[in-house]
C-alpha cells in the first residue's frame, strides 16, 4: 500500500512538474515507466498535467499496440507528447540488434534504458506468436547446462522493462511483418528467457497483470507461462496472485542428480517441489509442464526415466523433453534425436503425457538456455561456430501423448 502511494505521488510530481519545467533541464530524476502505467495511472497523469482524461486512453491505445513513443502518437498535442517525454521513461528499452532464423524465429537484443542488455525472442507459428521474455540481467543460479546462468547476475527487470519486450515486439511484427503462414501478431508469452522470473516476484507480479489486464493487453492466463527452476514459496504465492501456466525446469527425478543439474533442489527439494505442484491451482484440462533438459549418459538413462516416472503425477502434469541446445565451452552433450524419441515412447508407455520440444532458432542462438546478451561481434562469432558445427537439430519432430 505504501509502495503504491509512492509510486502514485511520484507519477503525480511528474506530470505536474513536466508541465512547469517542459523545455527547462530541470526535468525531476526518477521516473516511472510508461508501459508500466495503468489506464487509472495515465488518467491521474493527465489531470496532473492538466489534460483531459481522454488522452489516457488515447496513450493507452497506442502502447497497446506497441507504441510508445510520444512522437508516434499522432493523435496528441505537442504539448502533450513533450509532457510524456518529460515526466515519464516512455521506451526503456533500445534496439540494439535484431537477428531472423532460417525459421522464421526474431531474436532481439535490448539496451536497458538504466544500462545492461536482455535479450527477447519471438517464436512464430502458423496459429500463434510466442514471445519468449527475460526476467533478469543475468542469473544467479547456476544452473550447469545453462549459458543465461554463466552470465554475471546485474539485477532484476521491473515490469515496465519486461511488458516493453512485448510490446517492442508487437511493434516490430506491425512494421516488418512475418512471412506468409505465420501469425504476425503476439498472442502468448512464455517467461523462459534470461533470469529466473520467481527470483523476481515484484517484476514479474507486476508484469503479468499489466499484460493479463483488460486495458492493457488482455493476454489470457491461459496464454501466459513462467517456467522456474522450482523455488517453492514463490510457486505458492504465485498460484494464489496470478495462477497462470507453470513450468518446472525439472531435468532429473532424484535429488541426487537434481542437486547437480538444477542447484536450487539443495534448498527446496523434490519431495518440497512436489507439494507446491500439488497445490498449484490448475484449471480443466490444464497441466503443469515438467521441463526434462536431455543430457547424454547424465540424464538419459534407464534409472533416470524411473526416477522421473516415480516424481511425475500423470494426472496433473506432462513431460516436456527438450534438445541439449550446446553452446560454446558447454560441459555436456546433447541425447540423440533416436534416443529422446525412445525415452519418450517409454514414458508414454508408463502412462505419462511426453513430448518433445521442437527447437526453434538455434541457428540465431535463440533456443531455450541459449540466451546471454553478447556485443555484436562476439554473436556474429559464436554464430560462425555454430554454422560450422550445425546438426540435425533442425528437424526436430513432436511425439504427443495428448
Ligand atoms: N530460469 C527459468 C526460466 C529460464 S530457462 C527456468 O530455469 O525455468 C528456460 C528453460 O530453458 C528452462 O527449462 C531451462 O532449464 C532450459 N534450458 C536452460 N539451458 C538450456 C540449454 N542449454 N538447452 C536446453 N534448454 C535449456
Ligand atoms: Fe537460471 Fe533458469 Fe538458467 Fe537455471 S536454467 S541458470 S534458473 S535461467
Not at 489486464?213 to 496470478?242: C, F, K
Request: charged share 20%; aromatic share 4%; hydrophobic share 40%.
Amino acid at each position: 500500500m505504501a509502495v503504491k502511494a509512492t509510486r502514485m505521488a511520484l507519477l503525480l510530481y511528474n506530470a505536474a512538474m513536466s508541465v512547469e519545467t517542459t523545455g527547462s533541464s530541470d526535468t525531476p530524476k526518477q521516473r516511472l515507466q510508461l508501459p508500466a502505467l495503468s489506464l487509472a495511472e495515465l488518467t491521474q497523469f493527465m489531470k496532473a498535467a492538466g489534460q483531459p482524461a481522454f488522452r489516457a486512453k488515447q496513450v493507452c491505445d497506442w502502447v497497446n499496440k506497441g507504441i510508445t513513443d510520444p512522437a508516434r502518437m499522432a493523435n496528441l498535442p505537442a504539448a502533450l507528447q513533450q509532457a510524456l517525454n518529460e515526466g515519464l521513461i516512455c521506451s526503456p528499452l533500445t534496439l540494439i540488434e535484431r537477428q531472423t532464423s532460417t525459421d522464421g524465429t526474431r531474436k532481439y537484443l535490448f539496451g536497458l534504458e538504466r544500462g545492461g542488455n536482455i535479450e527477447t525472442v519471438l517464436i512464430p507459428e502458423p496459429s500463434r506468436g510466442t514471445v519468449c521474455v527475460s526476467s533478469q540481467l543475468g542469473c544467479v543460479l547456476d544452473c550447469p547446462f545453462c549459458h543465461t546462468g554463466t552470465q554475471r547476475f546485474s539485477g532484476n527487470l521491473s515490469a515496465g522493462e519486461i511488458v516493453a519486450q512485448v510490446l517492442a515486439v508487437k511493434d516490430d511484427l506491425r512494421n516488418d511483418p512475418l512471412p506468409e503462414g505465420l501469425h504476425t501478431d503476439v498472442t502468448h508469452i512464455v517467461y523462459m528467457g534470461m533470469g529466473e522470473p520467481l527470483a523476481n516476484e515484484d517484476g514479474v507480479h507486476d508484469s503479468l497483470s499489466l499484460l493479463m489486464g483488460e486495458q492493457g493487453l488482455n493476454i489470457s492466463r491461459r496464454r501466459i507461462t513462467v517456467s522456474t527452476s522450482g523455488l517453492v514459496p514463490q510457486i505458492m504465492r504465485l498460484g494464489e496472485a496470478a495462477p497462470v501456466n507453470l513450468a518446472i525446469s525439472l531435468h532429473a527425478g532424484s535429488d541426487a542428480l537434481r542437486d547437480e543439474l538444477v542447484p536450487i533442489n539443495r534448498k527446496y527439494p523434490l519431495q518440497e517441489l512436489r507439494a507446491a505442484l500439488d497445490a498449484y491451482p490448475l484449471p480443466a484440462q490444464r497441466h503443469i509442464t515438467l521441463e526434462y533438459v536431455m543430457l547424454a549418459g547424465v540424464n538419459d538413462r534407464d534409472a533416470d526415466l524411473d526416477a522421473l516416472c516415480a516424481f511425475v503425477n500423470p494426472q496433473r502434469e506432462r513431460v516436456n523433453l527438450i534438445h541439449f541446445n550446446a553452446w560454446p565451452g558447454s560441459p555436456y552433450t546433447g541425447t540423440s534425436q533416436q534416443h529422446m524419441h525412445r525415452f519418450a515412447g517409454l514414458l508414454i508407455n508408463k502412462g505419462l503425457r511426453a513430448t518433445v520440444r521442437r527447437s526453434r532458432g538455434d541457428d540465431i542462438m535463440a533456443a531455450c538456455g541459449q540466451l546471454k546478451s553478447h556485443l555484436g561481434g562476439q554473436l556474429k562469432s559464436q554464430l560462425e561456430q555454430r554454422a560450422a558445427s550445425a546438426d540435425s537439430r533442425d528437424s526436430d519432430t513432436t511425439v504427443s501423448g495428448d
